[in-house]
């Protein structure tokens, strides 16, 4: 799951749920507290409108009533009755008609009314004289035959013709007895609906007068007079009629509806409602307030959360991307996020340890370079130690078969020398046989002196004599050997000796013809080429002195080069000396501890460089 999904789920498990789930229980508890102020509301307003209709309507009845008990009716002229049914007339402004009814229900004299509404000072409803009958039938008086004077009986409800308005018939009895007369006054409901609009203002709901068969007698909104109560609330006052009070709710259509009878006289009761949507919408508006806030609550969180959420994903792909660069070994890579906060200091730590990673590498790749140098040369140093070791058993090897050649033709020699010799002794300088003697003398000598030189080449080192000695001069003595020589041939001697050169440690007869050895085969490179140079030089380098015996010579092929140092092995055109010059040099100077280098180049010459060891 990712980072942004995880914190939405947990915007909505700490914030949002939590949230929504105390506001809506809050809704809750305000919607049920609600419901019961308004049914309380409703139910007082019910039972306080019931009282002020029953005291309203009660009144104008009792006022009529009062009026005609002051009267003595016996001995009224027709003025003075139609005077005394103008004062019951004027006792309330919701009388329309007031007229004298005799035991039986007949119409008496003139009546008491007016035609138009609103005429007079009192605003009484109109009535039109036609329905004076049907007024005279509206109430039946026999109830009253046998009642005292000023007793009242009330009639049905019935239709205002004038006004549209309900109206009832209410008869006075004038005198006691069976065959007294009656005053009969029509009241129209007008000033009970004036009541209910005063009651309902201030209410959010309408205040209806409504009698047992469940029809509107006059209500807070004048549109519903004389029609039929709701039917879902008429069956619930059906249902309940014998309370006094009561509250109930109606889905068809949803009203909150309180219901109180006016009184016992008068079977009406007053009906308080209000429509659901009207009561409740304080609430719901609320509860829409709520949703749209939580909404925009979840909204505003989500969007921070989407820009908070990118951003810390955007700082750590930086973190992954230099992970994954570091393990792709890209240790010169560093992770770049601002901040100051735990992803910087990762970062920081990633930079660090990338920093360390890459110092760690370069340190093992100098070791590496080192230890690669370090096996390089010891490999160089084991070859070359390996060669040298393989010439040393060259060397033994044919300096043992030398030394064994070497005593098995001496004594031949030696006797051929010293017949020849005797024989030369004794002939005389005129001998014909004399020039072939020296030539054998001659030949013996040679013989010798290669055997000689073989027996030196297999001679063991404890045969040389190591001293101290200045190079210096033994250069000098052998470059003055074959001096003669060398100019004979056409040679340019050069001596480029060290001053103050330190003393090495060798024998001075044996680096002395290791030096004529190098001269001579200076000599006979040099023997066909036009430029005839040969320097010998001295000199220290590195701790060590050298001597070095450079010629313009024709130089040596790079497939001789590893020879030059084999016994028996020569380059020279003219053959001599066997090739044992320069494998006795090898021999003598690695006795000596010291080495030989050579550096050559075809058509240019060589140049030996002889090291020699500080004494």
């Known amino acids: 799951m990712k980072l942004y999904q995880q914190l939405i789920l947990f915007m909505l498990a700490v914030t949002v749920l939590p949230l929504a789930g105390v506001g809506f229980w809050l809704l809750s508890s305000s919607e049920a507290q609600l419901a019961a102020r308004i049914a309380g509301e409703q139910r007082a307003l019910a039972v306080a409108t019931a009282e002020s209709v029953d005291a309203a309507l009660m009144k104008t009845v009792d006022a009529m009533a009062l009026v005609v008990e002051s009267w003595d009716w016996a001995g009224l002229t027709e003025e003075e009755l139609h005077g005394a049914l103008s004062l019951v007339y004027r006792q309330s402004s919701a009388v329309s008609a ?13 009546a008491v009314f007016s035609e138009k509404e609103g005429e007079g000072p009192e605003g009484h409803p109109g009535f039109d004289p036609v329905n004076l009958e049907l007024l005279a039938r509206a109430v039946p008086v026999q109830p009253l035959r046998f009642g005292d004077k000023g007793q009242a009986a009330l009639g049905r409800v019935y239709a205002h013709q004038q006004s549209g308005r309900a109206a009832v018939a209410v008869a006075i009895k004038l005198e006691p007895g069976e065959g007294a007369s009656f005053v ?57 009629g014998a309370e006094i009070e009561q509250s109930f709710q109606t889905s068809d259509p949803p009203l909150r509806v309180s219901a109180a009878r006016v009184s016992g006289k008068l079977d009406f009761n007053v009906v308080v409602s209000v429509d659901e949507e009207r009561a409740m919408g304080p609430v719901r508006s609320m509860r829409s307030t709520v949703l749209m806030s939580i909404g925009g609550t979840l909204a505003v969180l989500l969007a921070l959360g989407a820009l908070y959420t990118r951003r810390i994903t955007e700082r750590l792909s930086k973190v992954v991307e230099g992970a994954e660069a570091f393990g792709r070994g890209e240790l010169d890579r560093r992770v770049k996020v601002d901040g100051f906060d735990e992803i910087s200091a990762l ?20 070791w590496n370079d080192d230890l690669r140098a370090k096996v390089d040369e010891a490999m160089a140093e084991l070859q070359a130690a390996q060669v040298q070791l393989l010439e040393a058993q060259k060397l033994a090897a044919v300096g043992q078969l030398g030394a064994g050649v070497a005593h098995e033709l001496n004594n031949p020699l030696a006797g051929i020398l010293g017949y020849v010799q005797l024989m030369l002794m004794t002939r005389p300088d005129a001998d014909p046989d004399l020039d072939m003697l020296r030539k054998i003398e ?43 020589q060398s100019k004979a041939e056409g040679i340019t001697l050069a001596m480029e000796l060290a001053p103050e050169l330190p003393r090495v440690k060798a024998d001075p007869g044996q680096t002395t013809q ?5 001269l001579s085969n200076a000599r006979t490179a040099m023997l066909k080429v036009p430029t005839k140079q040969l320097t010998v030089r001295t000199g220290e380098r590195e701790g060590r002195c050298f001597v070095e015996v450079e010629d313009t010579g024709k130089g040596i092929a790079p497939e001789h080069r590893e020879r030059i140092f084999e016994p028996f092995f020569t380059t020279k055109d003219v ?24 550096r050559t180049e075809q058509g240019k010459g060589s140049c030996f460089t002889v090291w020699l060891l500080k004494a």
């Open 347 to 366: 970062a920081s730590t990633f930079n660090h340890m990338g920093a360390e990673l890459e110092a760690a590498r370069a340190r093992l790749m100098r």
């Open 575 to 598: 053959w001599s000396n066997v090739g044992l010059g320069l494998s006795v040099a090898y021999r003598v100077i690695n006795e000596a501890g010291g080495s030989i280098e050579v």
């Open 98 to 110: 007031v007229l004298r009814l005799d035991a039986e229900g007949k119409p008496l004299g003139r």
């Open 442 to 484: 001659l030949s013996a000598k040679r013989c010798k002196e290669i055997t000689q030189n073989l027996l030196r080449f297999s001679q063991q080192s404890q045969r040389a004599e190591m001293r101290p000695m200045d190079l210096n001069a033994v250069a000098r003595d052998a470059l003055s050997l074959t001096e003669n």
């Open 514 to 518: 290791v030096i004529l050895a190098l």
């Open 184 to 240: 009969l006054a029509e009241i129209v409901f007008k000033d009970l609906e004036k009541l209910l609009t005063q009651k309902a203002k201030g209410s959010l709901g309408r205040i209806d007068l409504v009698d047992s068969g469940g029809r509107i007698l006059a209500s807070s909104h004048p549109q519903r007079r004389l029609r039929d109560l709701e039917p879902e609330v008429a069956a619930h006052l059906r249902t309940q």
